[in-house]
């Protein structure tokens, strides 16, 4: 059996997790993978569908559950379009699925299909530009697909299918690439927003014997065409129909391993696991009206009688996460009067003979200001900034973020997503994650992530003096988490416990060292 220190395993987490003892782990927090091949990437596949799928992750999960204690919690991430996959797979492994945390966010890059453009393909028009230019110049000079593919190498050095994608007509080289072919091979272009104008609108190369179609073989050299215009009859109809939205929310799953005790009380005196952190992660500390309880009709009329006082620890945690970002503001503002209202000031008539109180006799209870639906009850956290994904990560090499076999670079890349040494494409912010850890895990616990990736789970874990267990498939992936969890941390004291439970770890078993 695997000890319980600090650890991150590069393997297979069902093979690494039958390594480990029953009853091990204190919580789980992970993000697996969502099953669409997200940005190309092997790992996150559909297994060969939703019923594989859910049956690969499920598997995962039995074996996640065992290992941990009876009441531990996980928080589970998942993205909208296969969160039902993520939860049918939790709650077959055997989890009690008890909420869904949604992290609103501004940012995200839009992945719809543009269905007049495929009108157009099919139409054989104004659509793969790039492919058949760079077929026939490739023929022209004598270049193989593979010379220009080595250019791109993948992650482990082999070739992509990089250029057959191009010539296929699926998408276009991102600008990096298209400028290193220029450079490579000294093109008269510098950029591919001219070679579109070049090779489309003035037919340089000779438009007929590459497009091949009426529309090019009987126009002039110098006539320009606005490639982004729906060309058919066809497709003008469909402009502007896509087929997804801009992804702006992500999903954590919260679910608890079934507890072994009758009640949650007694579960946490035997394990140390069975609740949530209410306290820890209150949302600021504005001062929250707390409405009388009292009946003190006696002196006070019909209206409580217990004084209002301002409840400073904090709102109570919600379901929902926010960025803090403009667009996420604006929403809240725009329709945030409509939340709750204003409890009015009162005026109560004081008449009862005692105290030499009259008829006249009053006084103003009950005043509570409306909410202006502020996104301040919320738990603020952006995403994580490349400073933050890069940091002690220094000695790696460089390399882009966004390196794909099967699908295209697309806006990703154009947006401006530079290469940088952590290249993990979900990286998450160490704010989320402590806050997060923060919700489900015990004082000096032990926390288990079977999808640990480049380490964010395990760099906060680390940061709140917990132990961590993380596990990846990914070699790369393992050495940057590494890197980043190499950091010291303050231990703090110890809370004094009332309880003699040999379940509940002392401080100096659970040193944080790596």
Same mark, same amino acid.
Request: proline fraction near 5%; hydrophobic fraction near 30%; include cysteine.
């Given at each position: 059996?695997?000890?319980?220190?600090?650890?991150?395993?590069?393997?297979? @987490?069902?093979?690494?997790?039958?390594?480990?003892?029953?009853?091990?782990?204190? &919580?789980?927090?992970?993000?697996?993978?969502?099953?669409?091949?997200?940005?190309?990437?092997?790992?996150?596949?559909?297994?060969?569908?939703?019923?594989?799928?859910?049956?690969?992750?499920?598997?995962?999960?039995?074996?996640?559950?065992?290992?941990?204690?009876?009441?531990?919690?996980?928080?589970?991430?998942?993205?909208?379009?296969?969160?039902?996959?993520?939860?049918?797979?939790?709650?077959?492994?055997?989890?009690?699925?008890?909420?869904?945390?949604?992290?609103?966010?501004?940012?995200?890059?839009?992945?719809?299909?543009?269905?007049?453009?495929?009108?157009?393909?099919?139409?054989?028009?104004?659509?793969?530009?790039?492919?058949?230019?760079?077929?026939?110049?490739?023929?022209?000079?004598?270049?193989?697909?593979?010379?220009?593919?080595?250019?791109? /190498?993948?992650?482990?050095?082999?070739?992509?299918?990089?250029?057959?994608?191009?010539?296929?007509?699926?998408?276009?080289?991102?600008?990096?690439?298209?400028?290193?072919?220029?450079?490579?091979?000294?093109?008269?272009?510098?950029?591919?927003?001219?070679?579109?104008?070049?090779?489309?609108?003035?037919?340089?190369?000779?438009?007929? &014997?590459?497009?091949?179609?009426?529309?090019?073989?009987?126009?002039?050299?110098?006539?320009?065409?606005?490639?982004?215009?729906?060309?058919?009859?066809?497709?003008?109809?469909?402009?502007?129909?896509?087929?997804?939205?801009?992804?702006?929310?992500?999903?954590?799953?919260?679910?608890?391993?079934?507890?072994?005790?009758?009640?949650?009380?007694?579960?946490?005196?035997?394990?140390?696991?069975?609740?949530?952190?209410?306290?820890?992660?209150?949302?600021?500390?504005?001062?929250?009206?707390?409405?009388?309880?009292?009946?003190?009709?006696?002196?006070?009329?019909?209206?409580?009688?217990?004084?209002?006082?301002?409840?400073?620890?904090?709102?109570?945690?919600?379901?929902?996460?926010?960025?803090?970002?403009?667009?996420?503001?604006?929403?809240?503002?725009?329709?945030?009067?409509?939340?709750?209202?204003?409890?009015?000031?009162?005026?109560?008539?004081?008449?009862?003979?005692?105290?030499?109180?009259?008829?006249? &006799? @009053?006084?103003?209870?009950?005043?509570?200001?409306?909410?202006?639906? @502020?996104?301040?009850?919320?738990?603020?956290?952006?995403?994580?900034?490349?400073?933050?994904?890069?940091?002690?990560?220094?000695?790696?090499?460089?390399?882009?973020?966004?390196?794909?076999?099967?699908?295209?670079?697309?806006?990703?890349?154009?947006?401006?997503?530079?290469?940088?040494?952590?290249?993990?494409?979900?990286?998450?912010?160490?704010?989320?994650?402590?806050?997060?850890?923060?919700?489900?895990? /015990?004082?000096?616990?032990?926390?288990?992530? /079977?999808?640990?990736? &480049?380490?964010?789970?395990?760099?906060?874990?680390?940061?709140?003096?917990?132990?961590?267990?993380?596990?990846?498939?990914?070699?790369?992936?393992?050495?940057?988490?590494?890197?980043?969890?190499?950091?010291?941390?303050?231990?703090?004291?110890?809370?004094?416990?009332?309880?003699?439970?040999?379940?509940?770890? /002392?401080?100096?078993?659970?040193?944080?060292?790596?």
């Amino acid at each position: 059996m695997r000890s319980n220190e600090n650890q991150i395993i590069c393997g297979d @987490s069902l093979q690494e997790l039958k390594k480990f003892s029953d009853n091990t782990f204190d &919580s789980m927090i992970t993000d697996p993978p969502a099953g669409i091949s997200f940005m190309g990437k092997e790992w996150d596949n559909s297994k060969g569908g939703r019923i594989a799928w859910i049956q690969w992750l499920s598997s995962i999960m039995q074996e996640s559950l065992r290992v941990m204690k009876p009441g531990a919690h996980g928080l589970v991430w998942s993205l909208p379009r296969t969160s039902h996959w993520t939860g049918c797979a939790l709650e077959d492994a055997g989890f009690e699925i008890r909420d869904v945390v949604h992290h609103l966010f501004g940012s995200g890059f839009p992945k719809s299909l543009d269905i007049s453009k495929q009108i157009d393909k099919r139409g054989g028009n104004n659509v793969g530009w790039f492919g058949n230019w760079l077929r026939e110049f490739r023929h022209k000079n004598n270049i193989s697909s593979n010379e220009i593919s080595k250019l791109f /190498p993948s992650i482990t050095g082999g070739l992509t299918g990089c250029v057959s994608n191009w010539e296929l007509g699926y998408n276009l080289p991102s600008p990096e690439q298209f400028n290193l072919i220029c450079k490579t091979y000294k093109l008269p272009f510098s950029n591919i927003e001219e070679a579109e104008r070049e090779i489309i609108g003035k037919n340089i190369f000779g438009a007929s &014997s590459i497009f091949g179609s009426e529309i090019y073989n009987n126009r002039k050299d110098t006539k320009e065409l606005d490639i982004t215009a729906p060309s058919t009859p066809q497709a003008k109809q469909w402009s502007g129909w896509g087929t997804a939205l801009k992804p702006a929310v992500e999903c954590w799953w919260l679910v608890r391993k079934p507890l072994s005790e009758t009640t949650v009380a007694e579960n946490v005196l035997r394990w140390g696991t069975g609740g949530i952190n209410i306290n820890e992660c209150r949302v600021g500390n504005d001062n929250i009206k707390i409405n009388g309880q009292g009946n003190d009709n006696l002196f006070h009329g019909n209206f409580s009688g217990k004084i209002d006082n301002p409840n400073r620890i904090g709102r109570f945690p919600a379901n929902l996460i926010h960025d803090g970002s403009d667009v996420v503001m604006d929403e809240f503002m725009k329709y945030g009067n409509h939340n709750s209202g204003e409890l009015k000031s009162h005026k109560y008539n004081n008449y009862n003979g005692y105290y030499e109180s009259t008829k006249d &006799s @009053s006084y103003i209870v009950g005043y509570n200001p409306k909410s202006d639906g @502020s996104v301040a009850r919320f738990f603020y956290c952006a995403k994580a900034s490349p400073s933050e994904k890069n940091e002690v990560c220094e000695s790696l090499p460089v390399q882009k973020v966004d390196i794909r076999t099967e699908t295209g670079q697309g806006s990703f890349t154009e947006k401006g997503i530079k290469p940088q040494q952590n290249n993990h494409p979900t990286v998450k912010s160490q704010k989320l994650m402590e806050y997060l850890i923060k919700l489900i895990t /015990p004082p000096h616990s032990l926390i288990l992530d /079977p999808f640990c990736g &480049s380490g964010s789970t395990l760099k906060a874990a680390n940061t709140l003096c917990h132990n961590y267990v993380g596990i990846d498939l990914n070699p790369e992936y393992c050495e940057i988490a590494r890197l980043r969890c190499n950091c010291d941390c303050k231990v703090p004291e110890l809370p004094i416990i009332s309880i003699n439970s040999p379940k509940i770890r /002392p401080l100096s078993a659970i040193g944080c060292v790596v």
